[in-house]
């Protein structure tokens, strides 16, 4: 390496320290406008080249009031997640290695670590550990992912090549869904060329729950065919878990196949005191879920799960159906609807041991217990908190519509911790998502007092 690479590498770790080291201090709202952030970085690509030194400082500087200190330890939108320090570093290992998680040929440490990665998750998740799993961008190709794999095998069943013969003249496949179903569920059906508008939607509960009993009578009344059902492990607003156990039951009972977005609720499992939510979860036919989230590695990084081998590959590996399902190495493109791509799995690789399962398990609770702190002192201060706190969860109103926006705004624009807006059956509700292994008491009370001293102007 030659001594300007090695400098400009130099610099480039001193400018992300520098943004971490004053993370927890800036607002943790953006500062710089769009307008200001076009004028540092925009204008017509000039003609010359331009020294990578100047270039990286010129994007540290837009970054310091163009970012979302999403990373620290006080922002509670989304349910987006940090980044632990063992993920960044590997991150970065990730980038310099640049290699292409594609076939074995392409690199044999990124298919052994995605093996070996995803053995432990099956395990921590307490799902079969045959299950075979891909690596992709976020939960919404996870959930992508699990349901092509239903797609092959329920019209399969029918006597019908998806993956030969697409949807035309296929029969159809009833998709069954509940009311609070994430839009993602939707977005990924629309890509499979299934659609939204035959979707059933079964009713929820007060917490967004699927009635398992609405569910049972609709699949007990329905001719056989191809059917999907979808639940949820964690519901954004409420962090309520769909009944999986009754689910599951009625699923198989039915011969349809069951499918779970379980984005973040699935690291429920991590932690003994949350694992009950999960009771049933062993029975889905497959998962999605994201480790970019409350894992916290860095973006992007999700899982989709899948208990019959062959119906992943059939559905994703390019060299199809023929192939035997145990090649003697993993070809981590064969599980992914992508065929080059980053190798994401090392990230969750290095997270989970750095963390080990005694430090997963008291990220995942320390977060828990957080929420319900939240809760309780926002209650005593006056708030109202509308769901049961399971999770990572609190929808709190500060009164109507309007004086709950009123404050929500003045909690973002004071900065000491940032939450989102929205609106559960029918109240306008600040959503807080505690998910982040930064975030501690001290934290929570902090940015307690700023949400009161808001409520309160
Ligand atoms: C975030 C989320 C998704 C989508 O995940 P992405 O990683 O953004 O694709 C899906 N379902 C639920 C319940 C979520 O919370």
């Not at 957080?370 to 009164?399: H, P, S, Y």
Request: glycine share 8%.
């Amino acid at each position: 390496m030659d001594e300007k690479f090695h400098s400009l590498l130099e610099r480039a770790e001193g400018h992300a320290s520098a943004w971490i080291e004053t993370i927890a201090e800036r607002p943790v709202r953006a500062t710089r406008s769009s307008d200001e952030l076009r004028q540092l970085l925009g204008g017509p690509l000039a003609q010359q080249a331009l020294d990578p030194e100047i270039v990286t400082a010129t994007l540290a500087n837009a970054a310091l009031g163009g970012t979302v200190a999403s990373t620290g330890p006080r922002f509670f939108g989304f349910v987006v997640g940090g980044r632990l320090p063992a993920a960044l570093a590997a991150d970065w290992l990730v980038s310099t290695w640049d290699q292409n998680a594609c076939v074995y040929a392409q690199s044999p440490l990124v298919s052994v670590i995605e093996q070996i990665t995803g053995s432990w998750l099956l395990e921590i998740a307490g799902l079969s550990p045959g299950m075979s799993f891909g690596f992709v961008t976020g939960c919404q190709m996870a959930s992508f992912t699990g349901l092509a794999a239903a797609r092959h095998r329920v019209l399969r069943r029918a006597g019908w090549d998806v993956e030969a013969n697409g949807l035309c003249g296929a029969p159809p496949i009833e998709v069954v869904v509940s009311e609070e179903a994430h839009y993602t569920i939707f977005m990924a059906l629309r890509l499979l060329g299934i659609g939204t508008a035959q979707v059933r939607r079964i009713p929820t509960d007060d917490q967004g729950r699927m009635r398992a009993d609405e569910l049972g009578k609709f699949l007990h009344a329905r001719k056989n065919g191809p059917c999907i059902v979808c639940a949820q492990a964690g519901n954004v607003n409420t962090g309520a878990f769909d009944p999986l156990a009754a689910i599951a039951e009625q699923t198989r009972a039915a011969g349809a196949w069951l499918h779970v977005d379980g984005a973040f609720g699935l690291w429920a499992a991590a932690a003994p005191a949350r694992a009950h939510l999960l009771a049933g979860s062993e029975l889905a036919d497959s998962w999605a879920t994201d480790a970019h989230k409350w894992l916290n590695v860095p973006y992007d990084c999700g899982l989709a799960f899948v208990r019959d081998p062959h119906a992943l590959q059939a559905a994703m590996a390019i060299t199809a159906e023929y192939l035997p399902t145990q090649t003697e190495q993993r070809n981590p493109s064969d599980f992914t609807p992508e065929l080059s791509r980053r190798a994401r799995g090392v990230e969750v690789w290095a997270a989970l041991r750095s963390l080990g399962r005694a430090g997963l398990a008291d990220m995942i609770g320390r977060n828990c217990v957080q929420a319900r702190r939240f809760a309780e002192k926002l209650r005593a201060g006056g708030c109202e908190i509308l769901n049961d706190v399971v999770l990572n969860q609190v929808l709190v109103a500060f009164g109507d519509a309007e004086k709950t926006k009123r404050v929500i705004q003045a909690i973002q624009d004071d900065g000491t911790c940032w939450a989102g807006i929205t609106v559960w059956q029918g109240r306008t509700a600040m959503r807080i998502s505690v998910s982040s292994w930064a975030t501690t008491e001290a934290d929570v009370d902090q940015s307690v007092a700023a949400m009161l001293r808001a409520a309160r102007a």
